[in-house]
């Protein structure tokens, strides 16, 4: 078994390039580096480095074993995270989500549901490898995603539908109807929270020439379009989110459906199987409480 202080002083090695500047990033001195590459080199049973006069640089098997080294550390790491991440599962049920309709729903439900439950800000999870490890490693205990994570350790349950809305000023011509569709939206100019997770990618996909002013504050988006007569849209969760729906009364827009198959997006909670009864109460509730 190689000690990890061992391995981290070769892959250090192969990133500065000198005895020098490794046992810097160590903070260790340098006889300390070269007595542990040198016991690497005995351990293993292999030549790691050419030696020359003020010169020391890694052979092609050095160059493999430092590139093992960081895999390893990295295992290392993801293991050490996997065993704690679980350890506070078994105490707290972290929740997140991928898109922010069900972190409203979630707040919505968070008084009436146990100390233990802890919500987290959206996730930043740009694919499905990264929300199935996510998941996996007990990063969160329940995520919420607009597709299943198919993997044989994680149960998928489909909750409900998020339906996108857009919220025009009534003397727009395209309010005079009863649904819209994006192509009627064509050139149009928007104020966007920034952190829509997937719907940001449907609205800049299928609106035409469409301008998005995007807002990093749930409060200065709700702000802007106090005061403003700049469409914006919602859904029918939004409706749980305070500060989207606290306008004044006298907003002149009108909030037209979107009809178009992009404008409805699934909704489902994703979780480890062996935690279904951890978990089943609070996905019981979030279905009750999804709107219609």
Request: proline share 5%; net charge negative; with cysteine.
């Amino acid at each position: 078994m190689l000690d990890n202080y061992l391995l981290e002083e070769l892959v250090t090695f192969a990133q500065t390039g000198t005895l020098a500047q490794t046992a810097a990033m160590l903070n260790v001195t340098q006889p300390t580096v070269t007595r542990g590459l040198q016991k690497l080199e005995t351990e293993l049973g292999v030549i790691l480095f050419d030696r020359q006069p003020n010169r020391l640089r890694l052979t092609a098997t050095g160059k493999l074993a430092a590139k093992e080294a960081a895999a390893l550390l990295q295992a290392n790491q993801q293991a050490v995270n996997r065993i704690r991440n679980f350890e506070t599962s078994q105490r707290i049920l972290t929740v997140g989500a991928t898109l922010p309709g069900p972190l409203f729903v979630m707040a919505h439900l968070l008084p009436e549901l146990s100390n233990n439950v802890k919500l987290r800000p959206l996730a930043n999870l740009t694919d499905s490898t990264e929300a199935i490890q996510a998941v996996l490693t007990a990063t969160y205990g329940l995520l919420f995603n607009n597709h299943p994570l198919v993997d044989a350790q994680i149960e998928s349950q489909l909750l409900g539908t998020e339906r996108l809305a857009v919220n025009l000023n009534q003397f727009m011509f395209q309010a005079n109807q009863a649904t819209i569709t994006f192509a009627e939206m064509k050139g149009l100019s928007f104020v966007v929270l920034s952190d829509i997770g997937p719907w940001r990618a449907v609205i800049q996909q299928n609106i035409p020439d469409a301008k998005f002013f995007y807002q990093a504050q749930q409060d200065a988006l709700a702000e802007i379009t106090s005061y403003s007569d700049f469409p914006y849209f919602s859904t029918n969760v939004s409706q749980l989110e305070k500060s989207l729906d606290d306008h004044p009364s006298t907003d002149s827009r009108v909030c037209l459906p979107i009809t178009d198959a992009a404008a409805k997006m699934p909704i489902y909670a994703n979780y480890l199987r062996m935690n279904r009864a951890q978990v089943a109460p609070i996905v019981d509730r979030f279905r009750a409480a999804w709107p219609a």
